[in-house]
């Protein structure tokens, strides 16, 4: 029943986070009254396409015109902005694992946050959310509104590793195929799926690695004393990230050209080897042509070993032919 109502109003979740590594759940009703205990931090996870859960959010003096407009924004890239009482506006990108979606087609997470609450908004469902409230379910998730960022975004993370080791390893396979077969030949399309792919990951990755850098030095009262450090690692391995897509992307390319090239020598072999046969077989061709022709007085007519001695000459020449491309090592 509580669920119920709270899709009714676009909520996905709302959670206090006890401090000590569990939460509680709240249904919609409950948040207006609600008063959050020392410690607590209240999350609230909404739908953004509901008109409940925009006019809530609208309604929240914390959050501010301003704030409510930039989070619902229809097109955003990874970002961050400092809003006034401390508070902050993360724009994130995680890995679209929808079925039937393309992991590359990143989803997007909006996330409001100040000392004691964060609101996170998504369009389309996000497994790092989830994971982030089984932590809690267990009581090993995050204790603060600082830790519970840092959680989302280490989860984010997390699912682009997998996306970009699955990439590094089809790319791994394409160039062991194509240096052990010298038959194979790659699927273009693929190899350029391969690369769009790292392309649209390596899009959002790059901005959404500065904003975690600019988290590293953004000071802010309610962080924790470790949170830069955490930062700073997250940043480096969204570097590492964009280094491997970029990686990949030249490998991809190399595997073109490696096919496009092994296809050029093929065809110039091809075409080499037509021109040899057509210049042997041209002065052949004039002799025969000339001998066959239906006019009087053609050589050896009235001779009985007049073919015998054509095909001779014809022999003598195809040597010498043979001898000549020997000579010019075309042959």
Sequence with gaps: ???????????????????RGGARSLAYASLESLRLE????????????????VAWLRSRDEIGTFACDVLLEENTRPRMLALPGEAL?????????????????????????NARMVVSLRLRPLRATELVIEQLAGGQGPNSASRLLLALADSLTDRVDDLVAELGETTDSEEERLEQD??????????????????SLRRFLLPQRDLYA?????????RDADDSADWNELSNRLIRF???LELIRERAS?????????????????????????????????FTGLLGINVGGIPGAEFPYGF????????????????????????
Excluded at 93 to 111: I, K, Y
Excluded at 182 to 199: F, I, N, Q
Excluded at 214 to 222: A, K, N, V, Y
Excluded at 308 to 331: D, E, K, N, T
Aim: proline share 4%; net charge neutral.
């Design 1 to 19: 029943m509580q669920q119920n109502d709270n899709d009714r109003w676009g909520l996905i979740h709302a959670l206090v986070l006890d401090g």
């Design 38 to 53: 020392d410690g607590e931090t209240l999350w609230v996870h909404l739908d953004r396409s509901h008109p409940e859960a």
């Design 89 to 113: 506006a993360l724009f994130l990108r995680g890995v679209n694992l929808n079925p039937g979606a393309e992991p590359e087609d990143m989803v997007s997470l909006r996330v409001f946050a």
């Design 182 to 199: 010298s038959r194979y030949t790659p699927e273009h399309e693929r190899v350029l799926s391969l690369r769009r792919r790292a392309a």
């Design 214 to 222: 600019q988290l590293t030095r953004t000071p802010l009262s309610w």
């Design 242 to 244: 964009v280094e491997e």
């Design 254 to 286: 190399l595997v073109l050209e490696s096919e496009q090239r092994r296809l050029n020598e093929r065809m110039n072999r091809t075409m080499y080897l037509i021109g040899i046969i057509t210049a042997f077989f041209l002065p052949l061709s004039f």
């Design 308 to 331: 015998a001695v054509a095909c001779g000459l014809i022999g003598a020449v195809a040597l010498f032919q043979w001898w000549i491309l020997r000579r010019l090592r075309w042959v």
